[in-house]
């Protein structure tokens, strides 16, 4: 079956504006995981989804960021009154189970540029 | 804070060398270890994992990595590197926190370069 998509794979907005990130997982998966990887740097954890359960926002970075998932499908990642530092990759990834030792299978992620 | 460290962050091989990508994480307790790897143009993709038992486990593409636990190492290996495993390879580390719940943590990454 597909794998991980991401919609846009590419975004460039202007400071200030709001944008919306969508991820459609792995059809049967129910961890669903978003990623930050700004230029050099590692993955950086942002939430992560897992069935029905409340999420785990604890990496957020600011209340700037919030994410939505319904059910076990499409996940949309907003973030509000963008800054240049938001500029990074933002990957998506779903697993079949939890986290605890679930392999992820990642999305091409989308690259976003805040002006 | 936990925490992965990849030391390399480029690495530069001709075709036929050994290859060794070191990995540490600062967290001590129950951790589940990963390398992904993501080729040019391409998703990030699962390389190895290790969960428990053996400490040596042998992944794709002929690459191998060994825990050591009392070095809170996961470095991974391969004996003889082809051109096509040029790519980025990301150590990564399952940590349960006190709460019973998981946390994934990545390093940052090493960049290796294969010369034909």
């Known amino acids: 079956g597909a794998g991980v998509s991401q919609s846009p794979s590419n975004k460039v907005t202007e400071k200030g504006k709001d944008v919306e990130l969508r991820c459609d997982p792995i059809?049967?998966?129910?961890?669903l995981y978003w990623y930050r990887q700004r230029l050099g740097q590692g993955l950086e954890f942002l939430i992560y989804?897992?069935?029905?359960?409340?999420?785990?926002k604890s990496g957020l970075p600011s209340d700037r960021f919030s994410a939505e998932r319904t059910g076990e499908s499409v996940s949309t990642l907003t973030i509000q009154r963008t800054q240049q530092e938001d500029s990074a990759v933002y990957l998506c990834?779903?697993?079949?189970?939890?986290?605890?030792?679930?392999?992820?299978?990642f999305g091409p992620g989308t690259r976003l540029t805040v002006l | 804070a936990q925490s992965v460290s990849q030391h390399n962050h480029h690495v530069i091989l001709s075709e036929a060398a050994s290859l060794e990508l070191g990995c540490n994480y600062s967290?001590?307790?129950?951790?589940?270890l990963f390398w992904y790897v993501q080729y040019p143009g391409q998703h990030l993709q699962l390389l190895l994992k290790?969960?428990?038992?053996?400490?040596l486990v042998k992944g794709i593409k002929g690459f191998e990595a060994e825990f050591i636990k009392s070095k809170f190492s996961f470095n991974l290996r391969k004996p003889s590197v082809q051109w096509s495993d040029t790519a980025e390879y990301f150590c990564?580390?399952?940590?349960?926190?006190?709460?019973?719940?998981?946390?994934?943590?990545f390093g940052t990454g090493t960049r290796l370069k294969v010369l034909a």
């Open positions: 990564a580390v399952n940590a349960k926190r006190a709460s019973g719940t998981y946390k994934y943590i």
């Open positions: 967290y001590g307790g129950t951790v589940n």
């Open positions: 989804f897992q069935g029905n359960s409340a999420p785990d």
């Open positions: 990834a779903s697993s079949l189970g939890p986290i605890s030792y679930n392999e992820q299978f």
């Open positions: 290790y969960f428990s038992g053996d400490p």
């Open positions: 059809s049967g998966h129910t961890a």
